[in-house]
Structure formats: C-alpha cells, structure tokens
C-alpha cells in the first residue's frame, strides 16, 4: 500500500484565498469574511515605568469587532489609524494607560460566566479611568455600580469624586459620604482618611465645630420648644398644672437628656433623642402634655439647622471638588 504524501503547511494567505473561494460559490456574508480577515487586526502598546525606572512596554492585539461594541470612539479612532498604517506589529497604536489598566479593560470586555470580571476596587478604579478615557459608557455604569456595591469608606468614595469629578454618575457620591463624615469624631478618621479628603478636611473639621455648638444650644434651651403645640393651646389650658408640666419637663431634661448631647464623641441623633424622651420617665408632667410634645416633635425630621449645616457643608464640598450645584427639585405635575 503506497504511503500518502504529507500535506505541507497552509500559509496564512492560502486559507484566506480559500475563504474568498468559499464566499464565492457558498454566497457567505461579506460581513463574516470581514470579521476574520487581518486588516480587521490591530495593535497596542501600552507603556509604563517600573519602580527601578526601567520603561515596560507590553503590546495586545485585538480584532476591532470586541471594540466596536464596548468602546465605539477607541474603535473609530483604530480605524482611522490603520487606514494610516498605524496600529501594525511595525507600528503600534500607544494608548495611554498603563498595562494592569488596560489589561483591566480588556478582561471587562471578555467577561464571561466561566471566566467572570473580578469585582474588586482595583480593578472597577482602573476600569472607570479607562472607560471614562474612552468614553465608555457601558464601562462607566459598570464600574460605578460595581464600586456602589462595595460599600467602600466615606473618605475613599470622596476620593473617587475628585478623581472623576468630570462624570456626572459619582457626583451623588458627594452627599452621602459628607452626611457620614460629619457625623464621626474627628480623632476617629484616621491618618489615611485624612489624607484621602485633604482638600475636604477643613470643611469637615468646621462643620463638626457648628454642630457642637448646636447640640450645646440644644441641651441649654431645653429644645426650645413650648410643651405644647399651639394649634393645641386650648387642649392644653386644661391642664391645670401647665406651669408645673413646663417647669418638671426642663428639670428632667437638665438631669437626664442635655448631657447626652455634649457627648461630642458620640452625640445623640435626632432619632436617638425621641427613642430617650419616649422611655424617659416625666413624673411631674400631665401624660398628655407629654404626649402632644413627642408628636409635635416626631413631625420633625432633625435638630433645628441641623439640615442647613448639612447642606452648607455638602455644597462646599462640591464646589472643592468642582462638581455642579443641583437645581431646585422639580415639582410634581399636577392632575
């Protein structure tokens, strides 16, 4: 039996012959030709210095399909370059990244149930500052989110808002993490959180300032509140013993309640406050004297300015991190 000759090697421009062969007499898509065919090709670099100084160049080459669908304004710059001879193993395209970025990048775009995207903060900062480059918008929701989902320090996610203060989707960031910010005793933020709100510090540390000298106010004053509503007042003249309720609830606020509230390691919130004055024993006070002081109370959502701090405080912060005033809330239409 005469041995069969050994097939020698097809060369890359003998399959894609064939391939034409095939479109030909099978009438496949030009568009499938397309997909497969080495002008669709193009080459990266990134370039990076590592710690001894040495400049690190890495080179990725990928099919300007996977672009297409991610990152449209990367791939129509690609594009151009290749109609201008760029983009080749002679002559790459340097993006500027470096390469865990961009490696970052390109694992967001091959995410895949068996070879999952790592949600980790690294990775979604890299993927944000590559997609926001680029103008990803797919990416841009995707790291965000991620990041969100994270629960990362209030300190950090102000951070991020000064590194991307240019897009729109971190700047509800803001609010949220001041809120906790001010809320915190300065000895408790450490050295690592102040540096990551250096610019943001100051304003921090002023805040926290006016509200101590709120609460101070608030514990001196008794609230400042009448122990009755005044849409109340007649219900409450028939209390006979008004004067002695008034004078028995400052009593129990000096001795129980004040105090509390100069606790500046750990002030009582609004919250807080009611939760005390429901459990707190008036035994001097008409119950239902009591009673319309915790409604009227309740109807109150913090401490008097306590609201106009906070939103001074945020709206510094913005301004720091050159993120826009939001607009008055629009109205709901009516029916």
């Excluded at 109340?232 to 008004?242: F, G, R, Y």
Aim: hydrophobic share 40%; glycine share 2%.
């Amino acid at each position: 039996m005469a041995d069969h000759p050994k097939l020698a090697p097809r060369s890359t421009e003998d399959i894609e012959n064939q391939m034409l062969v095939d479109k030909a007499e099978c009438k496949i898509s030009v568009n499938v030709v397309d997909f497969y065919h080495n002008n669709r090709m193009v080459v990266i670099e990134t370039q990076e210095i590592n710690e001894t100084g040495k400049v690190i160049y890495s080179r990725f080459k990928l099919h300007l399909s996977l672009l297409e669908l991610h990152a449209p304004v990367l791939a129509n710059f690609l594009t151009q370059a290749l109609e201008s001879v760029e983009g080749t193993e002679e002559n790459p395209v340097i993006l500027p990244f470096t390469t865990r970025e961009f490696t970052c990048f390109l694992d967001w775009i091959h995410d895949r149930e068996w070879r999952p995207f790592k949600i980790m903060e690294e990775s979604l900062v890299d993927l944000l500052r590559v997609s926001s480059t680029l103008k990803a918008d797919d990416g841009i929701s995707y790291a965000v989110s991620g990041l969100e989902s994270l629960r990362l320090p209030s300190a950090r996610m102000l951070q991020l808002v000064g590194d991307f203060h240019h897009l729109p989707e971190v700047h509800c960031w803001v609010g949220p993490a001041v809120k906790d910010l001010i809320q915190r005793p300065l000895g408790e933020i450490t050295n690592s959180e102040a540096q990551q709100i250096a610019a943001a510090y100051p304003t921090i540390a002023r805040t926290r300032e006016n509200i101590q000298r709120l609460l101070t106010q608030v514990s001196q004053r008794s609230f400042a509140l009448k122990l009755a509503d005044k849409d109340q007042q007649e219900e409450a003249d028939l209390c006979l013993t008004h004067k002695e309720c008034q004078k028995a609830w400052k009593s129990v606020w000096r001795e129980n309640i004040g105090y509390l509230l100069l606790d500046f390691q750990k002030p009582l919130t609004y919250r807080e406050l009611l939760e005390l004055l429901q459990n707190t024993d008036f035994p001097k006070v008409n119950p239902s004297c009591k009673a319309r002081m915790l409604n009227w109370l309740s109807r109150k959502t913090d401490y008097p300015g306590m609201k106009e701090l906070v939103e001074e405080a945020v709206a510094s912060i913005e301004d720091i991190y050159h993120v826009p005033r939001r607009g008055p809330a629009p109205e709901n239409p009516k029916v």
